[in-house]
């Protein structure tokens, strides 16, 4: 049986705030430690029947960029529910959200400028 793993690294502040993350995984098609700026992470807890999360950004994560992260991320959900469940319904509110919400991040972009 093949095994694949993802590593997380995180390199704190002295206040254990995230300074930088890093990522790897056996199946990345770019070799070697990734930085990146946010992770989030859910794990299903079948014993106790609910979601483990770990949600980490670093300091120098911006506002707007941690917005979009997590309306993307929305959307995939989106995705990744209708190909899991066949729920169409809820698959489809979970997008138009993410629409409107990107709707709204665009506008609040337009209006810092």
Same mark, same amino acid.
């Given at each position: 049986? &093949? @095994?694949?793993?993802?590593?997380? *690294? !995180?390199?704190?502040?002295? %206040?254990? !705030?995230?300074?930088?993350?890093?990522?790897?995984? *056996?199946?990345?098609?770019?070799?070697?430690?990734?930085? *990146?700026?946010?992770?989030? !992470?859910?794990?299903?807890?079948?014993?106790?029947?609910? *979601?483990? @999360?770990?949600?980490?950004?670093?300091?120098?994560?911006? !506002?707007?960029?941690? &917005?979009?992260?997590?309306?993307?991320?929305?959307?995939?959900?989106?995705?990744?529910?209708? $190909?899991? $469940?066949?729920?169409? &319904?809820?698959?489809?509110?979970?997008?138009?959200?993410? %629409? %409107?919400?990107? @709707?709204?991040?665009?506008?609040?972009? @337009?209006?810092?400028?």
């Amino acid at each position: 049986m &093949k @095994k694949s793993e993802i590593n997380f *690294t !995180v390199d704190l502040d002295n %206040q254990n !705030v995230p300074d930088k993350i890093h990522w790897s995984a *056996t199946d990345n098609p770019n070799e070697g430690i990734e930085d *990146t700026r946010a992770i989030a !992470v859910a794990v299903w807890d079948h014993y106790h029947r609910g *979601t483990l @999360k770990i949600d980490l950004w670093t300091k120098d994560m911006e !506002v707007f960029d941690m &917005k979009r992260f997590y309306i993307e991320t929305m959307s995939g959900i989106a995705d990744t529910l209708l $190909t899991a $469940t066949n729920d169409k &319904k809820m698959a489809d509110n979970i997008e138009a959200l993410c %629409q %409107q919400l990107s @709707k709204d991040l665009e506008a609040e972009i @337009k209006a810092a400028e």
